[in-house]
């Protein structure tokens, strides 16, 4: 197993991911951006999964990830949906132009 | 003589005026004359099971509740439908049921907006005024002290004069602030009552499940009075430490409600701006909820922490006394003038009942009724010079005394018994008050500077009664006005009756609450380790819950007091399971 | 590898999601086959299929706690008896909807269909019992609630809710997913029952590794329960959905949210020093408490106040949660403090049955009196004025008293329930929750509960305050007519006084509920 390349590298790639994409969802402006920033947090927590199931060498964890891409799509399916709504009502997809309520 | 209705009457007591209310709703609303009408038939009616209630009503009988009546309610809280009259309740009962048709009549006029709605609320709030006066379980008294809330807002809030918005939501928010308080203290002690299984927020399971802490913890205190509480029971060093602040809780809820100063801000905004119904039913009964709560509950469950803020309570009402005497000096408006002197008489009440002596107490009971008597008679008659004149100022008014004569008879007999002239009703509870004041533990200066504004009081009533009734006639408008019609007579003849009655023959009423007094007196000193005082004679005793719903007739006769209070039956609790294994062990890498 | 062999017994309690999905199913081909111009009837087939699920689930409800389908779910009777109040809440805002969207046109079988998914979803996710599962099923109820938020899309503003709703609820299920990650790499599981029994050896081993796992799925399960600081997408969601979606989003998903986060923390903090979850739910609640009655102070839009008070709500049932992770033993127990525990007679009481009877009976009187004040409010906006930003102002309800007075007085009853004054289902709520609360010792949470409760109740008055003593103006538009909402609102208002005053059987029903699986 010396030539494989060690899991705490996964979890650090993850995590690096994970973060990118939660700076990116709290500080990008465009509505796709802030889309595909979500699908990188689910992506880093399906690579965190596969890593430690392949440390741990059980299949919970590839399990875990077949079903989160699953879900994931779904989620895109409702969520571009969402945003195509927003843009024929708005005409844009910057955030800062879709503040209509009052806070 | 016992009879089968004995353990129902109450229940018609509290919920006939609801019935009423339940009829009224299908009135149509601009048959506005039947809505009047069918009102004042049941506040009659409601008075008459007052009335009722009061004939089987014995005062000499050693049973502290009675007419009980108890029905399972909310079983896991051990929470039941409890009601009973002991003295005090039973004159407040009698209080609201008098009150309940002059109302009615005094807004006969008054009130031609909405009147429908009007009605609905005053009946609402007699059923909630007279349940919480009735109320045995502390969380029912707690329901319907938050249920008299909501008429009585609106009643300020929608008939009330030009600020009455304000006014409405200052009264709420105060009560709120102070019951609120008072519900989180009200569920310690519960938990602090009883062992888990046994709780209930019954006044006997509080008043008992605390009384022997109570008592260890004022004897310890008493040997060490800077003790930090070792060895102690868990529930007396509860009290030790948490005592104070669930009392304090108590009193601010209460104090706010009385109102004591400096918590009694919202009273002359809310005066001000209510119709006369609503004046006379907040000063009338509202108020004493107040000082009730204090007489049941605040300082019997916490007597000894009750001892340590009697000085600084007892302060706060001479000075309420004294303050308020000065503010009705410096008013101008009248409505104004009687609310600051409702500060003022009610610190009379709360000096009485913080003596701890039997005079104090009796004469604090006696000056609660005299004080619903005598300001709700100030107020329905102001309404009535209201009416015809729709202006509060003194400055207004001069020489009534000659357009108005009736009128002016009246209002000076209730100024009277207001300023306590002896002879009326005003006059023996005040004297008890300051009688009990001087023989009691108190400093002297207390019960000077309270004896003092008795002619402070005097002043400022008679003050005003010689600028609005003597004198020229010095507005034009006041020399058309009508004297007093027959309806306003008949509303208000009650009341000069009830402080001559209570003036010149207070003994019958006197008994009524001699017992009441008696357990209050007994109950502040024995857990204050004052004297000997027996167990039995300040253990609550009161039916127990019936297995089945339905009540059974009271018993007239205490059963032999039991040696340990009798538990209420549990309600069942839940039998916790052991989650079952699943099915499948977990999954070894 | 052996084959699940599946029995009767496991599909018990997934049945009332399962009657919910067909129902969906039904709604749907409803729309494909039988599409008339006349829609009400799915409101209908939506309402007594919601009614039916309930009563299964009511069924399941006196079943012994246990664990089905290998312990990925759990049949207990707190997650049956919330499925019950789910239940509840979807059949009283299918009702709703049906008058809300006839008004508009929109009147859509998918509509119901997204509903009964939801509800569907929010009942799965009460009794998951292992992370994966528990993120589908948040995903179910979410995508469905994402599109019912969006589905009048033609609005500027459902769209605009639509996708806040989506970008938060997807960053949080993400949160939660990131965290179930972190604690299956320290566990080695991701079932609950498993990951309990491994946690305490691996917090020795990897401290860092648990508590970023316990954060994160925190986190994740505070932004579904909208508890402050993770509330910011709640008022503009709330104000942009459609009325009915609205209410059922802030009873049933907050119902299936704090129940899930129940059950997930019940095992997660097995091996955690006691004092760090409690501290962490003591202060959830103590800002949600706070923040969202204060928050709820300026605003005029009536729609948008009731959102800061749902946020309000999620705080007292996390004062209760708090109140469930008591620490056992009390440090310098003199000392009442906000993040202190002291019980009154110095040990610690069981407290759990009286938090889950509690948690039970707060959101079943938050369910009946949200959908009901929701319901009010929807029964009183104009097609027209979607456009309009004072559309949902205190104006509204001025003079509504002598216009409708049957309508005011059952918003004064859902008022005063939200405020919880007595005799409303919202005082006994309450009672439970701040008794369990003061039972377990967090007296200071409880007077900053009910002190903050105060400056709710003034927010709620307003509303009193416009609709009795203020005179309507004269374009005062009177509440549309359609007999689902007025079955809808008079069930709610019944239920909000009857309960309070007379209770009855469900106290001792919620007393079961103490038999959680897992605590």
Known sequence: MSHTVPTANYLILAAVLFCMGMLGVLLRRNALVVFMCIELMLNAANLTFLAFARERGDSIGHLSAFFIIAVAAAEAAVGLAIVIAVFRSRGTVNIEEIQSMKH | MNSIYDSRILNLVIFSPLLVAGLLAFLPRNEKGQIRALTLGGMVLNLLTCLWAYSRFSPTSPVEFQLEYRLAWVDDLGLSYHVGVDGISMGLV???????????LSSWTFVDERVKEFHLALLVLQTAMLGAVCAVDTLLFFVFFEAMLVPMYLLIGVWGSEERQMAAMKFFLYTMVGSVLMLVALLAVYFLAAPAGMRSFDYSTLYNGLMSANRELAQYLKANPAGDGAGLSAAALALLRYGPYLFLAFALAFAIKVPMFPVHTWLPDAHVQAPVAGSIVLAGVMLKMGTYGFWRFAIPLFPVASRQFQLLLAALAVVGIVYGAFMCLAQRDIKKLIAYSSVSHLGYCMLGMLAFTAEGATGSAYQMLNHGVSTSALFLLFGFLYERRHARLMSDYGGIA???????????????????????NGFVGEFLVLLGSYKSNLPLWLSVAATTAVVLGAAYMLWMVQKVFFGQVTHQENLGLKDLGPREVVAALPFVLLIAVMGLKPQPLLDVIDHSTQRFVARAKYAAGEGPVDDSKVRVVVRPLPKDAVAQVAPTLPPAVPAHPTPIPLPMRPVRLQPAQPQLQPATP | MNIPHLTFQDLLPVAPAGVLVVGAIVLLLSEVFLSTAQRTYQAVIGTLTALLAGAVAMNNAFEPARAALQGYVVLDPFSQWMTVLVCLGTALASLLSAGFLNHRNAERGEFYALILFSAAGMSLLAMSAEFITLFINLEVLSISTYALTAFLRRGPRPAEAGFKYFILGAFSASLLLYGAALLYGATGSTRFLDVGLALPQAFAQQPGLVYAGFGLVLAGFAFKVAAVPFHMWTPDVYEGAPTPVTALMSAGVKAAAVVALVRTFLFLVKGLSPEVPFIAFSALALLSMVGGNLLALPQRNVKRMLAYSSIAHAGYLLLGVAALFAPATAKGSDAVGLFTATPLLGSMPN?????????????????????????????????EDETRSNTWDLERFAGLAQRKPGWAAAMAAFMLSLGGVPPTVGFLGKLYLFGAAVDAGLLGLAVAGVLASVAGVYVYLRVVVYMYMRPAPADAPAPFRHWTTEVALIASAVAVVALGVLPGPVTEWFSRAGMVFGS
């Open chain 3, 351 to 383: 407290v759990a049955a009286s938090v889950y009877k509690g948690l039970l009976f707060y959101l079943l009187g938050y369910t009946v009196t949200a959908l009901g004040a929701f319901g009010t409010i929807a029964a009183l906006e104009r097609r």
């Open chain 2, 94 to 104: 009698l209080l609201t049921g008098v009150l309940g048709p002059l109302v009615v």
């Open chain 2, 402 to 424: 000659k357009v108005m004569p009736v009128f002016s008879a009246f209002f000076l007999i209730v100024t009277f018994s207001s300023v306590a002239v002896p002879g009326t």
